[in-house]
Antibody, heavy 119, light 110 residues
Framework: VQLLESGGGLVQPGGSLRLSCAAS????????MTWVRQAPGKGLEWVSS????????DYADSVKGRFTISRDNSKNTLYLQMSSLRAEDTALYYC?????????????WGQGTLVTVSS | QSLLTQPPSASGTPGQRVTISCSGS????????VHWYQQIPGTAPKLLMY???QRPSGVPDRFSGSKSGTSASLAISGLQSEDEADYYC???????????FGPGTEVTVL
């Protein structure tokens, strides 16, 4: 299993950014996926999860209405569209594979992509 | 403020046993399985224990997990220098309809 995040960078407050996570080594459409973030020097925070089909999504209250999780099973890729970004969204964003459906554990993690929100 | 409580730090000398607690409520730990992740500084988290007490392939058997009621714990027996890391408990919360992580426990090998 390999998970490779990309798309991070420096963005101004109020701006937008789209993260991608390219997956390989497993049947992507069979598994739910998730985004977890870690602010500098802080702990892990769950951001969002999506079912294998893409029909079901869940979001942390801190990002609800601003972030959108999606997936393209034909491209084995997970996305996180982030808008109305705030300084407190600055973090290393990890994508992770779930063992099965939403609610199960994260069995593989990527290396993360850094998002910095600053003027 | 996390819904799960963990001690901020734990330590021991090589060979000692260290235990990390994870306390929650009926909507999370009391109802759902607890999982543990190990994060060595500068690296991505790694699954260490799943479904309360199950070790993934490759995780040494000196790591063990348990759960009772609204509390769970991770024990490291025979502590080794490579066990220096941050340890996070996590579970699903039925009230939030989302995952919750504990604040993490930094384990130091003295």
């Amino acid at each position: 299993v390999q998970l490779l995040e990309s798309g991070g960078g420096l963005v101004q407050p109020g701006g937008s950014l789209r993260l991608s996570c390219a997956a390989s080594g497993f049947i992507f459409s069979n598994y739910a996926m998730t985004w977890v973030r870690q602010a500098p020097g802080k702990g892990l925070e769950w951001v969002s999860s999506i079912s294998g089909s893409g029909d079901d999504t869940d979001y942390a209250d801190s990002v609800k209405g601003r972030f959108t999780i999606s997936r393209d099973n034909s491209k084995n890729t997970l996305y996180l569209q982030m808008s109305s970004l705030r300084a407190e969204d600055t973090a290393l964003y990890y994508c992770a594979k779930l063992r099965a459906a939403i609610g199960t554990y994260f069995d593989y993690w990527g290396q993360g992509t850094l998002v910095t929100v600053s003027s | 403020q996390s819904l799960l409580t963990q001690p901020p730090s734990a330590s021991g000398t090589p060979g000692q046993r260290v235990t990390i607690s994870c306390s929650g409520s009926t909507s999370n730990v009391g109802t759902n399985s607890v999982h543990w992740y190990q994060q060595i500084p500068g690296t991505a988290p790694k699954l260490l224990m799943y479904s309360n007490n199950q070790r993934p392939s490759g995780v040494p058997d000196r790591f063990s997990g348990s759960k009772s009621g609204t509390s769970a714990s991770l024990a490291i027996s025979g502590l080794q220098s490579e066990d220096e890391a941050d340890y996070y408990c996590a579970t699903w919360d039925d009230s939030l309809n989302g995952y919750v992580f504990g604040p993490g426990t930094e384990v130091t090998v003295l």
